[in-house]
């Protein structure tokens, strides 16, 4: 007799686990920074491969009533909030959240800069408003009754500002550098930043744009030209050898203790010079001497005033700052008179200047002339240039 055999089957899952492991809620949440600024793009991360219902397509979490994700301050919050799995069968689920900061005014102009909203259901898309000192905190109710938590902190920032190099040459351009991440106010267009630079010559300046170099870097750059024969205007600046450049920003967006209300100067300073030796720059010429109406004088005498006349000329193509310095030593090497005319030589110019002095008495007499490019910070433009003259 034939006989059939009934077994009972029993039928594999080809899928992952469908429902999570109460007694190992393993589901790590990341986030892309440790603190964000007010208007960073947040990137969570969560791996749960308990979650990888389907290993043959790309599953989401976080998105139902039972078992949510929710993304919150204090104040707002997102949920329930999608997370998409990365790829097939990976276990790992990713969403981006835009900050979209408070009402404020970030750069001192009289208009706010933010526009703050909560809105979205992820994984992409999400706004979430956040304040100066906020925590934004994250949590996927894993099971029923099993919430994993994870927070992050807001906060603004200090800004820096630097230039590229401490010494620019008027051949080439200067390059200044701002980092403030709480500029970076849409993390998903370039931003702009003005910035103040002024030189020594041009205590007025110029206002430029420091441009962001990527869509969330915060690092915003300016490239400025620098001239010694044209006016400042747009992105030139006039400056001359040896003028000190400045760049400044004022920082509303500053960290406690400083209040919401309060704003920084944020500033560094350059030094501009021309490829040709600071000792080349000026022409100096032997002394002559002169009376008092501006005829030569070839005999000296004791108690009688005479005019030291010393040529400068400037064979460049850069106006150029000077010191002229005339030293008279006695023959016991003491200095008896000491003075100076400061002023500025055109291109291809030549000047006169000129000191008077009245020798006190017969002697031997050393007369030094220094050309230098300012009496605070001296620099040699020229060499020394000495001469000796008897008074019977």
Known sequence: MLQILFFPLLLLSAF?????????????????????????????????????????SVNSIGDTTEHP????????????????????????????????????????????????????????????????????????????????????????????????????????????????????????????????????SDVAGIKVNAVETSESSGLFVATISLSQNSPSSGNRLYSLPGDEISAKYDDYTLPKPYSKSDNLAIETVATVDSSIPPIQRINHSPITFTDGLGNSLQSFSSNSQMQIVGTISNDHDFNQKFVYMFQVKNDKNITESLSWVQGEVFPLQSLDVSQSWIPKKSGTYEIETFVWNSIKNPTALSPLMSTLITIP
């Open 69 to 200: 994700i929710k993304i919150a301050t204090s104040e707002h919050s997102l949920e329930p909030y999608r997370f998409t799995e990365t790829d097939v069968n990976s276990g790992v689920f990713t969403a981006e959240v835009i900050l979209t900061g408070f009402t404020h005014d970030a750069d001192g102009d009289g208009d706010f800069d933010t526009t703050p909203r909560t809105i979205g259901n992820g994984p992409t898309g999400g706004f979430l408003e956040v304040d100066r000192d906020s925590a934004i905190t994250i949590s996927f109710e894993f099971a029923d009754g099993v919430v994993l938590v994870e927070s992050v902190p807001v906060s603004w920032n200090i800004g820096t500002i630097n230039f590229i190099e401490d010494v620019f040459y008027l051949e080439k351009s200067a390059i200044v550098r701002v980092v403030d991440v709480d500029m970076n106010l849409n993390p998903e267009a370039l931003d702009n930043l003005p910035i103040q630079i002024f030189s020594d």
């Open 16 to 56: 992952g686990q469908t429902t999570p492991d109460y007694d190992d809620p393993y589901s790590p949440i990341f986030t892309d920074k440790p603190v964000y600024s007010w208007t960073d793009k947040m990137t969570i991360t969560i791996i749960s491969p308990s979650w990888n219902a389907d290993r043959h």
